[in-house]
């Protein structure tokens, strides 16, 4: 095994852009505020690459977000690698077109002669008290969108990791920051190269019950994980990654392992991601299943602001662990 | 079109009015500031500090029932359109008795009583929705107007573009009121801006456009009472870019380390605050006592409204059910 | 029962639009060509209002769906009730900050001092051969926002009744139209009134099968019918009508009863609309049902535009009637 | 600021060009039109006859690695930039010979190998991504310059706005051809834009901007090179409105009923193709003769174009999950 550092997710993602920046001339960036002389992002996840590699290549953009896909999608089709930043996942609104219509079905529409092989970076989550319009977890939206990948990291391997591989993909990848997981420390090795992409992670073997999740809620079933051992309940903890495409494989076969099924995300439950995946366990594993698959996700509600309110808003380690007692009958 | 050289000066009254708004507003700032930084308020604050002539000086001359669209930076515009503190503090601070039942929060602060409408935390949103409200007022055969509050960055998103043809087409009272000052987030102006002047964008929608000193109230006031009398009148919106200053930073914490030391100095040696009430002063608007009286006033209407919104309790749980829809929805 | 006479749905918007605006000075449409100078809507929805009720209430707009939408907003926060056209649901992506961070969002981040009666009306819909960038389905997109309600005709009456419903709402609704449905004549009362949102309609009773779909899928599904009736097959069919919030209790009742689930959407079968209902039924009905819930939609692509392409990218009644045989056993 | 006033004037043999490029386009839209009409062609058909002086011009100064990004309307601009009809037939056909295998349709052909980048149905959306084509060229070292094409309707979306202010910004080299036919479907312009020339919208981004008559060579000439060689000598942008006027309305079938009889007439007598065939006639530039032949020619490469995409397969469905991503999708 190779040596390990502790790092934190923010340094993770700006280790994985030196890494790949250094190693291919064609990778850029581009978004609001990335370049030193704003201070590198307002993560600061981009910090010292616009001194190193210049202005060329890091260039700080106006609030302009179609603008920057736009660019972004130009310059891919180019043969250039961008790796785009929209502040925040709520104002991927405003790129919506150039997005969804543009980078994701150029490939297709242009029956594979272009390619975008674009890195869209976005950050969202509650918990900031950052209210209705800065949150929102919209990664159900693009996994429904032909034509894009949609990757959603929960620690900082594999932020570096997963980040590393949509850069090098060739066809667009919305990678998904969450602020309730980027500021946690956590173990790399120091030659961490590219995780693939579409691949869970079984976080913890079990034979009861099985748990899908990602982003900042994986840190909640983890949490979880405690109460769960107390309760003698053996639960199976995967972190999907990729929410598209999916581990398909491994949840089946976890799912098929156990017989019962939790998943958890933080994005609005109704018509939210965890359907399709509870839809596809139902329809696959008819009949081998020892209860209903259970959801947990946001209510159908905005972020809200006041604090014990979004709180409330938040699936709990608690709820979690009741969930699956729920299950296990 | 219009210009400025015949727009009218503000008697003593209305100076000293514009100086009671943007004294609240200061005094206001002040108090959130002290009590983000003593944890007793969790919210992320931008505070507008420096920027108090623009809105005082325009709410000086709106109606209660004139109508505004503002932003994150935006509780000096709300204050200034004279929103009632009480419910403006419990709603920062998350409360029940906040004007928003604690939901929105500072970035998205409405008391449609005061004609606060919406503020959007989304840059640029601000402009196409101030439309709908001047739509409103015509539609309805009033006289009110509308303002559309927005940053020197917002300058440069689509819908500023989308939102000033449409009003100049269909000649809505709205007053489009860039508040530039200088910077988006860590961006500098001119690394994000294409033009010197916003105001020369007007002329794309072959609607007026004026630059100002948005630090000097009778130079603001001369602008934006054109503004203002264009929309009443049907004359159709107007576009006035407010050059001003941010004294702390984007968001409360930030280090402003991507401006100079030298330029930062110089703005904060500029305050337009002490130097306005030295003016009223000196030029015999109002005495010494009078301000000291108005501020004694002022601090004491903080104190009550801070009081009020922290001890306000939290909503219940079930609030997350409400006010989706008119209709709540079930458990 | 009332006089019924024959019209398409076009007409039956039409209807609804002249009745509304008749009855309440506060509705409004604006949106690009709608005026009659500009004839009435791309597909003359809008015909002969800009006439009769002035152009003040009636009005074409610059191809500005951000401005659209957001003048539609400020009006309704003032009262009025705006039924706005965004031409194609592809173009609701440049307009998406507009209704989702918005027009959603306002009253409950007002905390409920604010409402946004809003109608969207919008068209969409595959089998014209309009490509990649014209025909998809993006309900399940809406229905994963909390504050908008979501609603998608399938024939003349409902888009008489449930357009009506839409204006008088008190909140956001988007209403779909498609080109597979618009043209096609039904039965309509003369004096069809609201209908209300959120509830379903069953079209045909059966005991074997549920089969649920809205919009044009209705009609290959209605097509469906007599093979599955030929197979001795009772098939129960429940148009959904509304997508968001949808007839939960309809639906869970005729699963119940039948045992056996179909559902068909045009959108994306991939984290598309089906999945919602699917994973709802199968937590619901758990260890009631004859067989797992199936799933039919598009595939993961684009729209196509060439002909063949594009006939493969739709469900057919044959696939249909596969499906259910197939959960016959 | 660059002014049309010194622009070089073109030489016969590019007038011949240009003339050769219009003809090409005309033949091939009369040939589309028929076969529409004639049922064996099936897709939406937005007609660009009466635009042909506009990107025949500017792709007479053009090289084959400029590229350009265009519209719904933009099978003018592809044949301008000398794309092969072959793949273009079997494209608009539905084939697996086309540039797109069938999948794109008129609305996205595309054909990197010509400069034909992307083509977009939505409006607006040809101007962002233009930039990015741009900026490849700008990091590539290269002298290449992307043109976007637009039309007037899409002067007032959003996207225009925020590409205009980077572009100038960034001094990338990008053209900005606003192709202003007078109407956004049925909409004219003066009811849907507020300015009254939308050139008047480059100060706004202190950028030049030029209002030419589009159906006049010499005078599309002299503007489009001087925004080339802007662009070519690291300049930045420039935006051009080319006035023209559409033959066939919004989309083939459209009934014209939003325009009047008379300026439709006065539009059809104004047909820039013959007059420039004759002016080159009577200016000694070519002879009746290489004309006629060179229609010929063109006429003949069409009807092989034609036969050839008419008579192409048709994918199979398989190719619904190829070129979703590089890899292919799982059966
Ligand atoms: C569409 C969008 N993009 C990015 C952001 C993040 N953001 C918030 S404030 C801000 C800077 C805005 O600057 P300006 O318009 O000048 O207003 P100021 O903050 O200076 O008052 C940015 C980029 C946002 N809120 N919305
Ligand atoms: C964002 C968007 N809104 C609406 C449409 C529908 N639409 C297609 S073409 C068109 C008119 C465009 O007019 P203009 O830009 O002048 O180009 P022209 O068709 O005249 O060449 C409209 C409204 C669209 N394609 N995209
Ligand atoms: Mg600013
Ligand atoms: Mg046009």
């Known amino acids: ?329 | 079109m219009a210009d400025l050289k015949n727009a009218p000066v503000p008697d003593a009254e209305t100076l000293v009015d514009i100086y009671r708004r943007m004294i609240r507003i200061e005094r206001n700032d002040d108090a959130i500031r002290k009590t983000v930084r003593l944890g007793r308020l969790t919210m992320p604050y931008y505070s507008a500090r420096g920027q108090e002539v623009i809105p005082s000086t325009i709410s000086a001359l709106l109606n209660k029932e004139d109508q505004i669209c503002t932003i994150y930076r935006g509780i000096h515009d709300m204050v200034a359109k004279d929103m009632p503190l009480r419910p403006l503090w419990a709603e920062i601070a998350g409360r029940i008795d906040g004007t928003c039942k604690g939901k929105g929060g500072p970035m998205h602060l409405t008391h449609p009583e005061s004609g606060v409408m919406v503020t959007t935390g989304v840059v640029g949103s601000s402009m196409p929705i101030a439309n709908g409200l001047a739509w409103a007022a015509k539609l309805d055969g009033s006289k009110r107007v509308a303002i559309a509050y927005f940053g020197d960055g917002a300058s440069n998103i689509g819908a500023f573009h989308e939102s000033l043809n449409l009003a100049s087409l269909w000649k809505l009272p709205v007053i489009f009121v860039c508040q530039n000052n200088g910077f988006a987030e860590h961006t500098r102006y001119e690394n994000a801006t294409s033009v010197d002047f916003i105001s020369k964008r007007a002329a794309g929608y072959a609607m007026p456009g004026f630059t100002v000193d948005g630090n000097d109230p009778v130079a603001m006031y001369a602008a934006a009472h054109t503004a203002i009398a264009r929309a009443r009148d049907g004359e159709g919106p107007t576009l006035l870019e407010c050059k001003t200053f941010r004294f702390f930073g984007h968001v409360l914490g930030d280090d402003d380390f991507y401006m100079t030391k030298e330029e930062k100095a110089a703005a904060m040696a500029d305050d337009p605050l002490p130097k306005f009430r030295a003016k009223l002063i000196a030029d015999g608007h109002a005495t010494e006592d009078r301000l000291a009286k108005m501020q004694a006033d002022i601090e004491a209407e903080i104190a009550d409204a801070q009081e009020f919104g922290l001890n306000s309790p939290f909503p219940s749980a079930d609030e997350l059910r409400r006010d989706i829809f008119a209709e709540e929805i079930p458990a």
Chains 1, 3 share one sequence.
């Not at chain 1, 009949?287 to 938040?314: M, N």
């Open chain 1, 1 to 329: 095994m190779s040596e390990m550092v502790k790092m934190n997710g923010l340094q993770a993602i700006n280790a994985a852009m030196f890494e790949a920046m250094e190693a291919d001339p064609k990778v850029l960036v581009l978004g609001e505020d990335i370049a030193d002389r704003e201070g590198g992002g307002v993560t600061g996840t981009m910090r010292g690459l616009s001194t190193k590699f210049g202005d060329h290549r890091v260039c700080t953009t106006p609030i302009s977000e179609q603008a920057i896909i736009g660019a972004a999608i130009g310059v891919a089709i180019n043969g250039y690698k961008p790796v785009a930043e929209i502040m925040l996942m709520n104002f991927t609104t405003v790129a919506m077109d150039m997005i969804f219509n543009h980078a994701a079905k150029l490939r297709f529409m242009s029956g594979g002669q272009t390619s975008v092989p674009l890195t869209i970076r976005t950050l969202t989550g509650a918990g900031w008290q950052t209210a209705g319009q800065h949150a929102d977890h919209l990664e159900g939206w693009f996994a429904h969108a032909a034509g894009i990948k949609v990757v959603c990291p929960s620690n900082p391997a594999d932020y570096k990791g997963l980040l590393l591989s949509c850069i090098q993909d060739p066809d667009p990848c919305l990678f998904v920051e969450t602020g309730g997981t980027l500021f946690v420390p956590g173990e790399v090795a120091v030659d961490q190269g590219p995780i693939p992409l579409g691949k869970a992670r079984i976080v913890q073997e079990g034979t009861d019950v099985t748990i899908i999740s990602y982003s900042t809620m994986m840190l909640r079933c983890q949490a979880a994980l405690a109460g769960l051992a107390e309760a003698g309940i053996s639960a199976e903890l995967i972190d999907l990654r990729t929410i598209s495409p999916w581990d398909k494989q491994a949840v089946l076969d976890s799912a098929a392992k156990t017989g019962r099924v939790v998943i958890v995300h933080e994005a609005v439950r109704n018509f939210g991601p965890g359907a399709e995946i509870a839809a596809t366990i139902n329809e696959e594993l008819y009949g081998q299943l020892k209860g209903p698959v259970r959801r947990l996700g946001g209510p159908y509600s905005p972020v809200p602001f006041s604090k014990p309110l979004e709180d409330a808003f938040l699936v709990t380690p608690e709820q979690i662990v009741e969930a699956v007692k729920g299950l296990m009958g």
